[in-house]
């Protein structure tokens, strides 16, 4: 069975902390593997990663790919008060995603 | 990416009603997805929104419960059947103009029903 598991399920750092958080998956039929923010209801798209080892940045943020041992790390650095919420961390396979549990960050001031 | 306008973006209902969430697309999509995120967990797919035949529901799911439709590239409706305290969600809709390319998300439903 198609799986994302994310840790860790929730974390509290400081501003200014610099966090990582883990994404590893079993789906059958990789497409791609994508992270989101989410702070309210909507969740909004981040970053898409189909290859292995290349990073991708936006900012303070970034992220990487590993086919071969089949996971994703989500860096943020410098953390700030806005970048509290929840990150989900999904993988398209056949025809649909398949989300992760989340991983719940909360930076104090 | 395009964008997706969900309505209501929540609701107070009475068990044993049905309500049902609009999504409207700014442009045509190949893809579209209901999600249900109950509180304090991920999204779970309900169904893949198939336009012009019947939704492709996941194990769990039945379209008794949870009637899609999808006229067309651009709409779909879930209606949330018989309601019971344990629908009281948050229910998404989402959106995916090709594959391999990222899913976007309507404003989300938070339904309670009480």
Known sequence: ???????????????????????????????????????????TFLFMLTSSGIEKKSGRLSSILDKKELFSILNITATQTGDSAIYLCAVEGTYKYIFGTGTRLKVLA | ??????????????????????????????????????????????AT???????????????DKFPIS??????STLTVSNMSPE????????????????AFFGQGTRLTVV
Not at chain 1, 19 to 24: A, E, F, H, K, R
Not at chain 2, 10 to 34: A, E, K, N, Y
Request: hydrophobic share 30%; aromatic share 8%.
């Open chain 1, 1 to 43: 069975e198609d799986k994302v598991v994310q840790s860790p399920l929730s974390l509290v750092v400081h501003e200014g902390d610099t966090v990582t958080l883990n994404c590893s998956y079993e789906v059958t039929n990789f497409r791609s593997l994508l992270w989101y923010k989410q702070e309210k209801k909507a969740p």
């Open chain 2, 1 to 46: 990416s395009a964008v997706i306008s969900q309505k209501p973006s929540r609701d107070i209902c009475q068990r044993g009603t049905s309500l049902t969430i609009q999504c409207q697309v700014d442009s045509q999509v190949t893809m579209m997805f209901w999600y249900r995120q109950q509180p304090g967990q991920s999204l779970t797919l309900i």
């Open chain 2, 49 to 63: 929104a198939n336009q012009g035949s019947e939704a492709t529901y996941e194990s769990g799911f039945v379209i």
């Open chain 2, 70 to 75: 999808r006229p067309n590239l651009t709409f």
């Open chain 2, 87 to 102: 629908d009281s969600s948050i229910y998404l809709c989402s959106a995916q103009e090709a594959p391999n390319t990222e």
